[in-house]
């Protein structure tokens, strides 16, 4: 992979692939693998978000005083034959949102500390409307339930919800556009961001000039996967293209910044992303030119890094997920380290060993999934470099329990924690933090049929677990 990032460029739109594969040269030996890959879902999808734009001017203006936005993603335990989501609305949401500076919080699935946070806020839950995406018919209740305790009638509640699909859809054609309402209602410019995207698409599926097929063979090319965000206005953009890379089969790192561990390695390849950049530069000084730069504005990012992945995973031949189910054993209690259980088959006795004894055995990859609260999840953002650090290997972190693609690799450590307070959802007998555990044992199980190995971590008590946890991290290079 040539670091020149001169040396070969490919751009459509305003965005460019820069140091990947040209596409011309390479098109014909792989053209007949990638048969079918057209352009029309996409176009479909496109032409119904901008369809919604006069619709989405008019509810914009008439929930004017309703400022804080949220979008209510599936709460439910997947079903049998689900795995990861490949371009998730919710992630998707948070790019525009972090990029444009929008008020917009995403429930992404049934973290009863998040909840609790808006329905506890009586004057943020005043000002809030809820678009509801498909699955979140619990999270519905929950938060009409918090309407009602402050005094709300059921039809004054209704206001605060913007159902996308179903008989209770308030817009003509928005299902399945939960993010494009979104992210109206919460101030940001759609009609911009689709002009983005449609201007790129004639190139997807041209001869040249087609930086998504040739990042798409750079991918298939790859192994693990570093994305750099380059300090040039787009956020959280990697958390999004994170999913559709692992379902390609690869191993994504969103990196903290150039210089972190893991970012380098033989079978590590670089990507840098951003807005715009001067070719061949990245923050951090000499010695960190990333392998590729994909730059360009928002909404053309998403159209090329979605192309570019399902191109890798057809040429990679990735496989399916594989559904969860129950065959698996979830690990047992091993022991107590002051508020952290340890669940694993080694033989440790405290923290510090648990994650010795786990790192000495990655070979391939080390996925971590923290299932905490937003603020416990944020101090373990220090994990992954600290545990990529220890092992000289690739360290992924996500906080979605269903991120494996492909079990057949990787070692894997779940840290949970005991909910300070829960959620119960009207009309059920199970509360959301009861969901997310079943979330959570659903993916150990995977985990453990597959025969890799797992170590789970559950912090009794957050503050304190977490930091024990850093401390026992921080050990594994002294």
Not at 102 to 124: H, Q, S, W
Not at 193 to 213: C, F, G, I, M, R
Not at 396 to 406: G, I
């Amino acid at each position: 992979m040539t670091t020149d990032l001169l040396a070969a460029v490919e751009a459509a739109a305003g965005l460019a692939v820069f140091g990947a594969p040209a596409a011309a040269s390479r098109r014909e030996p792989v053209v007949a693998r990638l048969a079918g890959l057209g352009t029309e879902p996409v176009r479909h999808a496109l032409t119904r978000s901008r369809e919604l734009l006069p619709q989405l001017a008019e509810l914009h203006d008439e929930l004017g005083d309703l400022d804080h936005v949220v979008l209510a993603g599936a709460v439910q335990p997947r079903d049998a034959g689900a795995g990861p989501e490949t371009g998730s609305p919710g992630r998707a949401a948070l790019a525009v949102a972090r990029t444009l500076g929008l008020d917009l919080t995403v429930f992404d699935g049934p973290d009863p500390a998040r909840v609790c946070g808006l329905i506890e806020d009586e004057e943020l839950l005043r000002r809030t409307v809820t678009v509801l995406g498909a699955g979140s018919g619990d999270l519905r209740r929950v938060l009409l339930a918090g309407y009602m305790e402050i005094g709300l009638t059921e039809a004054e509640a209704a206001r605060h919800f913007v159902a996308t699909s179903g008989p209770e859809a308030l817009l003509t054609g928005a299902d399945g556009l939960a993010v494009v309402v979104a992210a109206a209602l919460a101030g940001a410019d759609v009609g911009d961001l689709l002009d983005q995207a449609e201007a790129v698409l004639p190139s997807l599926e041209a001869d040249t000039d087609n930086p998504a097929l040739s990042l798409g063979l750079a991918l298939a090319g790859a192994d693990a996967v570093a994305l750099v965000n380059d300090g040039t206005g787009l956020e959280a953009l990697a958390e999004w293209i994170a999913p559709l890379l692992t379902a390609a089969g690869l191993v994504p790192v969103a990196a903290e910044s150039p210089e972190s561990p893991g970012v380098r390695g033989q079978d590590v390849t670089t990507i840098a992303y951003g807005g715009s950049l001067a070719v061949g530069t990245m923050p951090g000084g000499r010695g960190t030119a990333p392998d590729i730069a994909v730059n360009g504005p928002l909404g053309a990012h998403f159209v090329v890094w979605h192309r570019a992945a399902e191109i890798a995973a057809r040429l990679r031949g990735a496989r399916p997920h594989e559904p969860a189910g129950e065959s698996g054993d979830d690990v047992t209690l091993a022991c107590t380290d002051g508020s952290i259980e340890i669940f694993t088959t080694a033989d440790v006795r405290d923290t510090a060993g648990a994650l010795r004894e786990l790192t000495a055995g990655v070979h391939d990859h080390l996925s971590v999934v923290v299932l905490l609260d937003p603020a416990s999840e944020a101090e373990l953002a220090e994990l992954r470099p600290l545990l990529a650090a220890a092992t000289e290997r690739p360290v992924t972190l996500d906080t979605a329990p269903e991120t494996a693609a492909d079990l057949r690799n990787g070692t894997f450590l779940q840290i949970t924690g005991a909910d300070a307070a829960d959620v119960a959802v009207p009309g059920t007998a199970y509360t959301l933090g009861e969901l997310r555990a079943d979330r959570a044992a659903a993916a150990r199980r995977a985990v453990t049929r597959h025969g890799r190995p797992l170590l789970r971590l559950h912090l009794a008590d957050r503050a304190d677990g977490v930091a024990r946890l850093l401390a026992a991290a921080r050990m594994l290079r002294a």
